[in-house]
């Protein structure tokens, strides 16, 4: 299992818990299929009716599933090559292919072709007919159509969930299969791809829960925890600053003021009383007005404190105002 900062990210660690599901009922596995062909799938026709299907997959565990899937349910035998593509940054690509028998067997699966009179095979439609009338059904659904065209960012970052739909039809089938999972999704057009995306830890979490990948969810919700942790402990510390800060402002505010009234009149002229605690405030700048409170004798209340800091402050002002006698 991966561990924070390993370097994988959040959407690749997603993938390989997803890619270890059990494979399921047959039910299952060919909806699975399904999305996975949707999704991945590239549909070859050439001369004499013969028709391919070739998968192109980054990811290797992706690749490999699929690979287990096509042979465990349908019985098909596909081809597998690798290609470097320059689209993708010379990434390399998983490329598994269908072809003759195979492919029909698995285009007469997914209600794709028709056979007539003369039992002569045609293709019927372009993307697959697969009722999904079963929850079973529709998470697998789902899951094939996250490892085709899924990702979700790091929760570390944020909270967003997607499919890429290349077409309306999936697009539809997404946002329907979604809703009877009461996750309802919205969709937006992207560089002319459709995606189907969700919002909102919560939403995510039941999500990555419906596909099967309950590690992930997990993982999820600690990274939601730290955040929050984290979140507080800068709040805390922020606001201790902040208002240390604005104290020892304050202080020293006090502090210049009483140097002056020293300067000019003497702390002498000024009644008991306001001349302790003058003193007190020069020599302790820094420290709050309870606390020198606490070191007058005998000791001050707050309040108090804070009525002979007032008189000292007018004392000041007032000689501020005062003009300057010259000699
Ligand atoms: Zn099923």
Redesign the pocket.
């Known amino acids: 299992m991966r561990r924070p900062g390993d370097g994988q990210s959040f959407a690749a660690g997603v993938r390989q818990e997803l890619v270890r599901v059990p494979m399921?009922?047959?039910?299952?596995?060919?909806?699975e299929i399904s999305a996975l062909t949707q999704t991945s799938g590239h549909l070859g026709l050439r001369g004499g009716g013969r028709m391919s299907v070739s998968y192109r997959l980054e990811d290797a565990g992706v690749a490999r599933r699929l690979f287990q899937l096509l042979k465990k349910r349908l019985g098909v035998n596909p081809t597998l090559h690798f290609t470097q593509t320059p689209q993708l940054g010379g990434r390399r690509v998983c490329v598994l292919t269908l072809s003759g028998e195979d492919a029909q067997t698995l285009l007469g699966a997914l209600h794709m072709t028709e056979t007539d009179e003369e039992g002569q095979t045609h293709l019927k439609r372009t993307a697959p007919r697969h009722p999904?009338t079963?929850?079973?059904?529709r998470?697998?659904f789902l899951r094939g159509a996250f490892l085709g065209a899924g990702t979700v960012t790091n929760p570390e970052k944020g909270y967003h969930f997607e499919w890429k739909a290349e077409d309306e039809h999936l697009c539809r089938q997404l946002l329907k299969l979604l809703e009877k999972c009461d996750l309802p999704a919205h969709s937006y057009l992207r560089k002319g791809s459709q995606v189907v995306y969700l919002k909102g830890a919560q939403q995510i979490a039941d999500a990555l829960a419906l596909m099967g990948a309950g590690q992930s969810v997990l993982e999820m919700e600690n990274i939601r925890i730290r955040k929050q942790l984290r979140a507080a402990a800068v709040r805390a510390a922020n606001c201790d600053e902040h208002n240390g800060e604005r104290m020892l402002d304050a202080g020293q505010k006090q502090a210049e003021a009483i140097r002056q009234i020293m300067l000019k009149e003497g702390l002498y002229t000024l009644p008991k009383g306001l001349r302790e605690l003058g003193r007190l405030r020069l020599e302790n700048p820094d420290l709050s007005l309870k606390e020198l409170g606490e070191m007058l004798d005998p000791p001050v209340g707050k309040s108090g404190v804070n009525h002979r800091m007032r008189r000292l402050m007018e004392i000041a002002a007032k000689m501020e105002e005062k003009p300057e006698t010259a000699e």
């Open positions: 399921g009922k047959p039910c299952c596995m060919l909806s999904m079963r929850q079973c059904c998470r697998a």
